[in-house]
């Protein structure tokens, strides 16, 4: 479904990120893993357009999107969470969703005050699941902004599927929640790829990570360093020293 070759982003003489290749599958949950600084949120944000790449290719379903603008990447099914949060803190649950239901540049722009007045049904249904789905059925009328950080969490979540999405890109969900929180991710991203969903995890907690993922690969310095399935990058001696400074 996603794949990138040879993919660069310099600023400047700093290589965020130097040459990499990696291919999702569909279906599977493919995890992005380093520590701090190793490219991994440079990467998702060359693959949904926040960023140009200096060099490579961003295949989506064999379309080369590299130089395509971000809003039509999310018509194609790219969708995202933020490592920082990201909603819309002066709208309601229930409109940050209908936002990002009729965001795709597909839709007709002249049926825009018609849709918010009315609401499709279709569209409503959507936004109904995606909220029982994220917990917040409860809050849908609640300011975005009085939610609680797991909850605005949830909201990102719920807000990235709304859209629809083929492939969904999730920037390190787990900051900030509490062990209970990311038990509850746990269980809905493994509920995700049981509906169909493939996605980029890109993520610090490891066990959250080797819990749920079929394939990782993993960054250094903006490099690719290892690649393979949860028990082979753990196995491997350079992802050991980039992580622990040692491959003992």
């Known amino acids: 479904m996603l794949e990138v070759r040879g993919l660069a982003k310099h600023f400047g003489g700093v290589r965020a990120v130097d040459g990499i290749d990696f291919a999702v599958k569909p279906g599977e949950v493919f995890g992005l893993i380093g520590p701090n600084g190793s490219g991994k949120s440079t990467t998702v944000n060359l693959v949904c357009g926040l960023y140009e790449p200096t060099?490579?290719?961003?295949?989506?379903?064999?379309?080369?999107?590299?130089?395509?603008?971000?809003?039509?990447?999310?018509?194609?099914?790219?969708?995202?969470?933020?490592?920082?949060?990201?909603l819309f803190a002066n709208l309601t649950v229930w409109e940050n969703l209908w936002m990002a239901e009729n965001a795709p540049a597909h839709r007709a722009e002249s049926g825009f005050v018609k849709r918010w007045i009315g609401g499709r049904g279709d569209a409503r249904e959507r936004i109904a699941k995606a909220l029982e789905f994220s917990g917040?059925?409860?809050?849908?009328?609640?300011?975005?902004?009085?939610?609680?950080?797991?909850?605005?969490?949830?909201?990102?979540?719920?807000?990235?599927?709304?859209?629809?999405?083929?492939?969904?890109?999730?920037d390190e969900p787990a900051a900030g929640m509490n062990a209970e929180e990311i038990a509850q991710l746990d269980e809905r991203i493994?509920?995700?790829?049981?509906?169909?969903?493939t996605i980029l995890l890109i993520e610090h907690h490891m066990e959250l990570v080797m819990a749920v993922t079929d394939r990782i690969c993993v960054l250094n310095f903006g490099r690719k360093i290892a690649e393979g399935t949860p028990a082979q990058v753990q196995a491997d001696p350079a992802v050991r020293e980039a992580y622990l400074g040692t491959a003992a």
């Open 136 to 170: 917040l059925s409860h809050r849908a009328d609640d300011l975005a902004g009085s939610l609680a950080f797991g909850e605005q969490r949830r909201l990102e979540l719920a807000r990235a599927l709304a859209a629809r999405p083929k492939l969904l890109l999730l």
């Open 55 to 86: 060099a490579g290719e961003i295949l989506f379903e064999g379309q080369d999107i590299a130089r395509v603008p971000t809003h039509q990447r999310l018509s194609l099914g790219l969708a995202r969470t933020f490592q920082n949060i990201r």
């Open 190 to 197: 493994r509920a995700l790829q049981q509906q169909g969903y």
